[in-house]
């Protein structure tokens, strides 16, 4: 079914990769108007040409650690196209140095909090008063499989920050539902995206150790994720407010892992 999000217009940060690139692809081909937030401005840039140009896409500059920047963001989505009705806060980190909390320093602490947690609360902020106005409004929040159980391989600030997410997303979800808008937390289970490539390259054995409890045997590809963005995005999900919507491949059902 084509047309899912005609006439929508959508905030994605984090939209240059991973699961953000798959998204904005899916939310282009299903009508909506996206406005992509990122760093990488060369890829942000070719993105709306690959993708039909200023009538379907646009790009903006933004470090979602910045209140002002991210004020500017969704300023940028209402001004263009006279509404904000989705906001898919995508944009995160799991940088090496976070590791077992024996190991993790108080910097990088701050730092996956701040770009994985604080850039949430932001852009929820910035969101609201939009979808507020309008009386609709679909916001999903990543977070992660690992707010709702142990990782195996330990990220302590990356786990912590997911958590919160998760928990913002809740109370959100519950505070905002009688205004017409929904919160839910994507929570994906290990994909394939260049974060996950990247800790592949860096340290096979610590990657393999994630593969050996997904119940299906594969990573997922940013493209599953993105179709359950889009079905929370979407009307399809009218009654989804306040969940945990796990896209994991049955890693938080499984108590052991077939062979």
């Known amino acids: 079914m084509a047309g899912r999000l005609d006439g929508k217009v959508a905030v994605v940060t984090g939209g240059c990769s991973g699961i953000g690139l798959a998204t904005v692809n899916r939310f282009v081909e299903e009508g909506a108007r996206v406005l992509i937030g990122d760093i990488d401005d060369q890829r942000g840039h070719e993105l709306v040409g690959q993708l039909g140009g200023a009538e379907f896409a646009a790009y903006a500059h933004v470090d979602v650690t910045s209140k002002e920047e991210v004020d500017a963001l969704f300023a940028t989505a209402k001004d263009t196209w006279g509404s904000v009705d989705i906001a898919f806060n995508n944009a995160g980190i799991s940088p090496p140095d976070d590791d077992s909390i024996l190991d993790t320093e108080l910097e990088a602490w701050r730092r996956v909090q701040e770009v994985n947690l604080t850039s949430v609360y932001l852009c929820c902020k910035a969101a609201l008063p939009y979808m507020l106005e309008q009386k609709s409004g679909s916001i999903i929040n990543t977070a992660s499989f690992v707010a709702v159980m142990g990782a195996a391989t330990s990220q302590i600030s990356y786990s912590a920050s997911k958590g919160g997410v998760l928990s913002m997303s809740r109370e959100l979800g519950v505070q905002f539902a009688r205004d017409g808008i929904r919160v839910n937390a994507l929570c994906p289970g290990p994909v394939n995206t260049p974060l996950l490539k990247e800790l592949f390259a860096k340290d096979a054995e610590r990657a393999a150790r994630r ?45 052991v892992t077939p062979l």
Do not use: K, Q
């Open 211 to 255: 593969l050996v409890h997904v119940p299906m045997g594969r990573f997922a590809e940013p493209e599953e994720l993105a179709n359950a963005v889009l079905f929370l995005a979407s009307d399809e999900s009218s009654f989804i407010t306040a969940s945990t919507f796990l896209v994991d491949g049955g890693i938080s059902g499984a108590y």
